[in-house]
């Protein structure tokens, strides 16, 4: 049971250019959520997923989007990486969207120059 | 919108107790939160207090809610070296958002 995790855990970019982020939990867990975490400013929602089938907007949502691919699976995609969106990028995931728990992955560290 | 405010730095002999504070400004907050993160490492639960209670104890951990004040307080009783980290306290006041901290960093002297 590995929980939520996600790949890659580092990444440069240049800026224009894409990439996705994946993430994948076997919890069967039915919401998930992408976080940013900048330096002295916490964690910020930028997209979740209640539900398989269904993506909604976070606090931050601007210069990325998300694919629910399955249950499992919540990928997240910078079409034209910018440095502001150099960043540590958490994926959690809960088993409603009311549970009072969400459950972290270990993050991917990017990098945009 | 949610605003949550903690210091950013704590400082604590090994043995002493910690104590980290946080400030809140959603009154309907439902679930206040404090997370653990680990260097290179997610974030994870450490413990929780629902908005209709002041206190939870939790073996070395005492949570204090002031729901006047929106003031929430983690104490670390005998605190470790593996205490080191950083402490986000958040608030979960709808069904898909946790609004967090900044996060402070605890750092455990010998």
Same mark, same amino acid.
């Given at each position: 049971?590995?929980?939520?995790?996600? =790949?890659? /855990?580092? &990444?440069? *970019? /240049?800026?224009?250019?894409? +990439?996705?982020? &994946?993430?994948? &939990?076997?919890?069967?867990?039915?919401? +998930?959520?992408?976080?940013?975490?900048?330096?002295? +400013?916490?964690? %910020?929602?930028?997209?979740?997923?209640?539900?398989?089938?269904?993506?909604? /907007?976070?606090?931050?949502?601007?210069?990325?989007?998300?694919? %629910?691919?399955? /249950?499992?699976?919540?990928?997240?995609?910078?079409?034209?990486?910018?440095?502001?969106?150099?960043?540590?990028?958490?994926?959690?995931?809960?088993?409603?969207?009311?549970?009072?728990? &969400?459950?972290?992955?270990?993050? =991917?560290? *990017?990098?945009?120059? | 919108?949610?605003? $949550?405010?903690?210091?950013?730095?704590?400082?604590? !002999?090994?043995?002493?107790?910690? @104590?980290?504070?946080?400030?809140?400004?959603?009154?309907?907050?439902?679930?206040?939160?404090?997370? #653990?993160?680990?260097?290179?490492?997610?974030?994870?639960?450490?413990?929780?207090?629902?908005?209709?209670?002041?206190? #939870?104890?939790?073996? !070395?951990?005492? $949570?204090?809610?002031?729901?006047?004040? #929106?003031?929430?307080?983690? !104490?670390?009783?005998?605190?470790?070296?593996?205490?080191?980290?950083?402490?986000?306290?958040?608030?979960?006041?709808?069904?898909? #958002?946790?609004?967090?901290?900044?996060?402070?960093? $605890?750092? @455990? !002297?010998?």
């Amino acid at each position: 049971n590995a929980g939520v995790t996600q =790949t890659p /855990k580092f &990444q440069v *970019l /240049k800026t224009g250019q894409s +990439m996705t982020l &994946q993430c994948a &939990q076997d919890m069967n867990h039915n919401s +998930m959520y992408w976080y940013r975490q900048d330096p002295g +400013m916490g964690l %910020r929602l930028i997209y979740y997923s209640a539900s398989e089938g269904t993506t909604d /907007k976070g606090e931050v949502p601007n210069g990325y989007n998300v694919s %629910r691919l399955n /249950k499992r699976e919540f990928s997240l995609r910078l079409e034209s990486a910018a440095p502001s969106q150099t960043s540590v990028y958490f994926c959690a995931s809960s088993e409603f969207p009311g549970t009072y728990e &969400q459950y972290f992955g270990p993050g =991917t560290r *990017l990098t945009v120059t | 919108g949610e605003d $949550v405010e903690q210091s950013l730095f704590l400082s604590v !002999r090994e043995g002493d107790s910690s @104590v980290i504070n946080c400030t809140y400004t959603d009154s309907s907050s439902t679930y206040l939160y404090w997370y #653990k993160q680990e260097p290179g490492a997610g974030l994870q639960l450490l413990t929780y207090i629902f908005s209709n209670m002041d206190m #939870k104890q939790d073996q !070395r951990l005492t $949570v204090l809610l002031n729901k006047k004040d #929106k003031h929430l307080s983690l !104490r670390i009783a005998d605190t470790q070296t593996g205490d080191s980290a950083i402490y986000f306290c958040a608030e979960k006041s709808n069904d898909y #958002k946790l609004s967090f901290g900044a996060g402070t960093t $605890v750092t @455990v !002297r010998a």
